[in-house]
């Protein structure tokens, strides 16, 4: 067996080519390989992410009842959805470590929304919004400071939690105003 090390910018169809051409010889690319094992993880993740997302919203349903639960469930789901849109605006590959990072939103985010909707049935309170506001000031800043990094695995984990973060906050006060509008309603004769 003989291994070859080839430079990074070597013609790899003419060696490839000649690989092919000689008897008993094999072609394996270890990069390849690692990148069809890296894209393998992206998409099972990608399946496990929604997976989880389904679940919560169940779970959501089942503690809160249809009409919160749902709405729960969608509030996750779109911060996750506006993440993946702004990187397609973008034009931003999504790598695993993008994946891996939303499930890190999402988790923060059913902290979040439980947060907002245990509170919802009490008397609004200003120290509720400012504990909200500097809980996701302070992670959006720990996950920014990764976003700067010069690994792109590094950068892209820290860009989607803090992207994430914020988009959790913005959900959770959207949540606040939408069960503001529906108790409004019901309290109307």
Known sequence: MTALLIP????MSRLHDLVAATPEAEWISLMDQTRSGLQHLRTTAKYYLLFALLLICGIFTWRYGPRRGVILGLISASVIGGI????????????????????LVVGLGVDY????????D?????HFANAL?????TSSLSFGLLSLSVLPAVSAFGTTAMLGILGNLIGGFCLMSI?????DKKNDP
Do not use: N, R
């Not at 990074?8 to 013609?11: F, Q, V």
């Open 8 to 11: 990074k910018h070597a013609d």
């Open 84 to 103: 993946c849109l702004i990187y397609f605006v973008a034009q931003v590959p999504v790598t695993l470590f993008h994946v891996m990072a939303a499930f």
């Open 113 to 120: 929304l439980v947060f907002v909707a245990e509170m919802l």
């Open 122 to 126: 009490e008397e609004p309170s200003l």
């Open 133 to 137: 506001v500097l809980s996701a000031a």
């Open 179 to 183: 069960w503001a509008t529906f108790k």
